[in-house]
């Protein structure tokens, strides 16, 4: 075994083990928090990597959580590599869609559910672009499509469209002088 092969394996062992039962445990937490600020200041990140706030389902209150977005046939994408049980998703379905993704500056957008069948695709990729991925996701970016589509049922995928009224093209108001 090569030593980058131990050292990815030991990453992986160890983010597995942060993230035991699905759910991020204090590790994971402090470390989601210090990505979540460093993301929406889209500084020494790649340029993927955002946060994503969301009103919290039964607190209220906004919930920062650290995402990377993904490129695939014109669209941006989210996934959940921890599944349809992780807080963000629910509180995502909670607010109907309704959320904010920043890196630099705020852009309110709504999140689309992406029906099991059509994420596939997304999720290859996502596991091709998406390090963070890997040790969740049990199959690598290189395997077939008919083996995403057999777990995508365990994987909520959103799509990310514009919420609001579609901005103003130019500088000036139209009328003035």
């Given at each position: 075994?090569?030593?980058?092969?131990?050292?990815?394996?030991?990453?992986?062992?160890?983010?597995?083990?942060?993230?035991?039962?699905?759910?991020?445990?204090?590790?994971?937490?402090?470390?989601?928090?210090?990505?979540?600020?460093?993301?929406?200041?889209?500084?020494?990140?790649?340029?993927?990597?955002?946060?994503?706030?969301?009103?919290?389902?039964?607190?209220?209150?906004?919930?920062?959580?650290?995402?990377?977005?993904?490129?695939?046939?014109?669209?941006?994408?989210l996934?959940?590599?921890?599944?349809?049980?992780?807080?963000?998703?629910?509180?995502?379905?909670?607010?109907?869609?309704?959320?904010?993704?920043?890196r630099?500056h705020?852009?309110?957008?709504?999140?689309?559910?992406?029906?099991?069948?059509?994420?596939?695709?997304?999720?290859?990729?996502?596991?091709?672009?998406?390090?963070?991925?890997?040790?969740?996701?049990?199959?690598?970016?290189?395997?077939?499509?008919?083996?995403?589509?057999?777990?995508?049922?365990?994987?909520?995928?959103f799509?990310?469209?514009?919420?609001?009224?579609?901005?103003?093209?130019?500088?000036?108001?139209?009328?003035?002088?």
């Amino acid at each position: 075994m090569s030593a980058l092969r131990w050292a990815a394996g030991c990453l992986y062992g160890a983010k597995r083990w942060m993230y035991r039962g699905g759910r991020p445990g204090f590790p994971a937490r402090v470390l989601n928090r210090l990505s979540a600020v460093q993301y929406s200041a889209g500084v020494l990140s790649p340029a993927r990597a955002m946060t994503l706030e969301v009103r919290g389902r039964r607190s209220g209150r906004t919930v920062s959580v650290p995402v990377v977005v993904v490129d695939h046939d014109g669209g941006r994408y989210l996934v959940s590599t921890l599944g349809n049980e992780v807080n963000w998703v629910r509180n995502v379905r909670a607010a109907g869609g309704r959320a904010v993704v920043r890196r630099g500056h705020r852009e309110a957008v709504r999140l689309v559910e992406v029906a099991s069948k059509d994420r596939a695709p997304v999720l290859r990729r996502y596991v091709a672009v998406a390090p963070g991925a890997r040790p969740h996701i049990p199959l690598a970016s290189d395997a077939p499509l008919t083996a995403f589509e057999r777990i995508a049922d365990s994987y909520p995928v959103f799509r990310i469209t514009a919420d609001g009224p579609p901005r103003r093209q130019g500088h000036g108001h139209a009328g003035r002088q």
